[in-house]
């Protein structure tokens, strides 16, 4: 009979953790939505908001004065055509496009900055990339990443030297292939970082697609205040 009862206690307890779900979290990032996942260099890595409600954001990101310049507030439309976003739109994203491979999210401040922590899926181009030489072996390969490769046969300065001396309106630049351009997000440090704007607005002197281009304009400080994992680079 006690060997009876223990197999009938073991099984009930199985029962219970095959239909139990998987303990609850107190804070969510909507109500619908516990957590994301995300693939960050090779590792499966779970974005969700810190569940401690006593915590508080610390460090430099707890601040609410900064010298401008440089520390400037920048506007919501970073310019026409690209489309800024909020935290919810960047779990979209990466649930649509990085988790995909088929857009790239850019953390692009300084290599500085990305040690301390990034936004998980985020790879590191510098703002300064995007102001270098066309052939600049940087500049190409951070392109290549982003889908973008150099024109075949391409005559260097051609619609400059053409504009100049016949002052015709300029041609779109033909050095760039933009047919197979990803999508892109772009963030910094916050609502008073100028670097992933100006990322953003050196792409678009480069001939990137406005209407490919996304700016998370809170960045690493609006991140951090909603309690969302923050990954520091190995």
């Known amino acids: 009979m006690m060997k009876r009862n223990y197999l009938v206690a073991l099984l009930s307890t199985c029962l219970l953790l095959l239909t ?21 260099n090779g590792k499966t890595t779970r974005i969700q908001r810190i569940q401690d409600q006593s915590n508080h954001i610390g460090g430099g990101f707890s601040k609410t004065s900064r010298k401008c310049p440089p520390f400037c507030i920048q506007p919501m439309q970073v310019a026409p055509g690209v489309t800024t976003v909020g935290e919810l739109e960047v779990i979209q994203f990466i649930k649509d496009y990085v988790n995909t491979g088929k857009g790239v999210m850019i953390d692009a401040r300084t290599p500085a900055w990305h040690a301390r922590g990034t936004i998980p899926g985020s790879v590191n181009i510098p703002f300064t990339t995007f102001a270098l030489s066309r052939n600049d072996q940087k500049l190409i390969k951070a392109m290549a990443i982003l889908g973008v490769t150099r024109r075949q046969g391409y005559t260097s300065g051609y619609w400059t030297d053409l504009k100049d001396v016949l002052g015709i309106e300029k041609k779109p630049n033909p050095y760039w292939d933009f047919s197979k351009a990803k999508p892109l997000l772009l963030w910094c440090n916050g609502m008073w970082c100028g670097q992933s704007p100006r990322a953003i607005h050196g792409l678009l002197k480069l001939g990137y697609p406005a209407e490919k281009i996304h700016y998370y304009r809170d960045g690493m ?6 309690g969302l994992t923050v990954v520091v680079p190995e």
């Open 20 to 40: 139990t779900p998987a303990q609850a979290l107190d804070v969510n990032i909507t109500q619908d939505m516990p957590y994301a996942t995300v693939t960050h």
């Open 221 to 226: 400080q609006g991140w951090q205040i909603l």
